[in-house]
């Protein structure tokens, strides 16, 4: 079976994804999923304190509490956000310097290689969802990565907590409906047909 166009988006987005990681760093990779996290608490614990405040300098309207909201959700995400990366660089940059830095780019190609796939993963799975299981182009269908990328799937949809609506999610791993037929729907008993009733004979004269 030869290499398709799948195959090679897969390799592609996996190598690029590792490099960029080896050159990064594990370290910094790890700081900047941090980051984000860390960015994403402050904006969620501190929004309230912050959109009185906002609300002052925004003209009275209907959406007045809609825009203060978003602008303070925002303000602190993006202010956290580049504080934290400064001081992650800072980290990140001193560790590739110090003597362990090659097992940091080690880890960092190692790190990247599962975030490319995990990426290809939910790609391909979105991908299915659009254009739907029993109408993959041949270049999909006959890929070499694609068994792997379904299997992957499948577990990731088995993590997900029970509250979580995955059953889209789980209709595009079903098989196409020309390789699972459905069985015949079993015939009802028929009930025996009742004779239809003789007309009298005429009577003669």
Do not use: C
Request: hydrophobic share 55%.
């Amino acid at each position: 079976m030869p290499v398709t166009i799948l195959d090679l988006v897969v390799i592609g987005v996996v190598l690029i994804s590792a490099l960029l990681a080896a050159v990064r760093g594990f370290t910094r990779e790890v700081l900047a999923i941090a980051s984000w996290v860390a960015a994403a608490a402050v904006a969620w614990v501190f929004h309230p304190q912050l959109v009185p405040f906002i609300k002052q300098y925004i003209p009275a309207s209907s959406a007045q509490d809609t825009i203060a909201l978003v602008a303070a959700i925002a303000a602190l995400f993006l202010g956290t956000l580049i504080v934290v990366s400064l001081i992650t660089a800072r980290i990140s940059d001193f560790v590739l310097d110090s003597r362990i830095g090659a097992l940091d780019r080690t880890l960092g190609f190692v790190f990247g290689a599962a975030r490319g796939l995990l990426l290809a993963v939910i790609g391909y799975l979105f991908f299915t969802a659009l254009v739907g299981a029993e109408k993959l182009p041949v270049w999909a269908k006959d890929a070499k990565a694609k068994p792997m990328l379904e299997e992957t799937g499948r577990s990731l949809i088995a993590m997900l907590p029970q509250d979580v609506n995955a059953d889209f999610i789980k209709n595009l791993l079903k098989k196409p409906a020309a390789e699972t037929a459905p069985e015949a729907p079993a015939e009802e008993p028929r009930s025996p047909a009742t004779p239809a009733p003789v007309a009298p004979a005429p009577a003669r004269p």
